[in-house]
């Protein structure tokens, strides 16, 4: 006799072939019951790629044909897996002189600064980096929890807007992500990509407020000024448009990854909440801002990361709900740094959490174990463990 799957939440209804629950923000299942990101996997196998390479081999030789002496693009970088690889497609592949731009969240972790750094100098490209100053991320980790739910905001709100500021500065009209918006979430198909740029869609999708609606009694208009877009009149003065490489190549991360492991050095850590080491693998706050999706909405990153893996056929269904469950409901350490940049207690944490949860969990509160397993990354931001560092050994008193 067939049992039926035990889930991690009986009121939740899930995805017939992955693990995705109804909370997901923008899901969407079709008759069958199966999810947009499932039928996207579907997708992806029939589509034409060589045809789609063509595209994009004709879109950067325009680039590169209209630059001038100018960068042919702007590739907006965290360090991150699918940084490295966008940068080994470009300028490996393609022979792209792209200017790399990265929006600091000021939270990076040693694995992922050294792997930001690793990567400017094996692709040998110029940077331009933006860091906000300490107590403004600090400040805005605060509001941004009962704002939008997740500590991220700066993060979200800057990763949009700083590359585009970057393009009109700069004057680069090709701004080049990675991974194509269809891959994981419910928001574009394959079929269907993001093709139009628009560039409020970092608000819409991530930030969610605009710096306007974050300014409150501890953040002016003026603090937040970093954080806005550029003006539609200078975007179209530009031309700034964007693409994701992901649409346009066979997007395939565990082997991208495995990839640029060997060929580049770039180095996976051991990631809270997470069982797979190369997500967000630069942020040391990554387990909090996933914590407090499963908090809101049941599933946390190993839902996300079982999700893709049963997809692929890695694992099944059932193991794929086990270790998702298991990962989900970890406390991360990083929520001790989090807790004291923003001077809140841990209750008033779980509150705020509490008052944002999903409606269809509103009778449930999904359980919180202490973690299991050891830190290998420090979970306080690499730079103030660096200072720290030198200025401990430079204390004249420790030399008594
Ligand atoms: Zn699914």
Redesign the pocket.
């Known amino acids: 006799m067939q049992t039926a799957t035990s889930t991690p939440f009986e009121s939740l209804r899930y ?6 629950p109804e909370t997901q923000e923008g899901v969407k299942f079709d008759d069958q019951g ?2 947009q ?2 039928q996207s996997s579907e997708q992806k196998i029939h589509i034409n790629w060589v045809e789609r390479e063509k595209r994009l081999r004709n879109l950067l030789e325009n680039a590169k044909a209209k630059a001038g002496n100018n960068y042919d693009c702007i590739v907006p970088i965290s360090g991150g897996k699918d940084s490295v690889f966008q940068l080994h497609v470009l300028v490996k592949v393609y022979g792209m002189k792209p200017l790399t731009v990265t929006f600091s969240h000021n939270w990076y972790s040693e694995t992922g600064w050294y792997n930001l750094q690793n990567a400017l100098q094996q692709f040998d490209v110029d940077h331009v980096m933006f860091t906000p100053n300490r107590s403004l991320v600090n400040r805005l980790a605060r509001r941004s929890l009962g704002m939008i739910g997740d500590a991220c905001w700066h993060c979200h709100a800057g990763v949009g807007a700083f590359p585009l500021q970057a393009a009109v500065r700069f004057n680069i009209p090709l701004l080049i992500w990675g991974e194509s918006v269809a891959e994981s979430s419910g928001r574009a198909s394959y079929e269907d990509p993001v093709h139009k740029f628009d560039r409020e869609y970092f608000t819409k999708v991530s930030a969610k407020r605009s710096p306007k609606e974050m300014t409150c009694g501890a953040l002016s208009e003026r603090d937040l000024y970093p954080f806005n877009v550029p003006s539609l009149d200078d975007v179209e003065r530009v031309g700034v448009h964007g693409i994701h490489l992901g649409d346009y190549i066979f997007w395939d991360e565990e082997r991208q990854t495995e990839f640029i492991c060997q060929e580049y050095g770039w180095k996976e850590t051991e990631m809270e909440g997470a069982y797979k080491g190369y997500k967000s693998a630069e942020c040391i706050m990554a387990g909090v801002h996933d914590f407090t999706c499963y908090l809101k909405r049941g599933y946390g990153r190993a839902t996300f990361q079982a ?1 893709v893996d049963v ?1 692929n056929g890695l694992m099944t269904r059932e193991e794929g709900f086990k270790i998702a469950q298991a990962i989900d409901s970890e406390r991360p350490g990083a929520l001790d740094y989090y807790l004291k940049i923003t001077d809140l207690s841990e209750s008033e944490f779980y509150e705020t959490m509490r008052q944002l949860k999903h409606l269809k969990l509103i009778d449930i509160n999904p359980p919180v174990h202490p973690k299991q397993r050891q830190n290998r990354e420090v979970t306080v931001p690499f730079f103030e463990q660096l200072i720290a560092k030198h200025r401990y050994r430079q204390d004249p008193r420790e030399e008594a």
């Open positions: 995805c017939v072939r992955c693990c995705m199966i999810c990101a499932c999700c997809r």
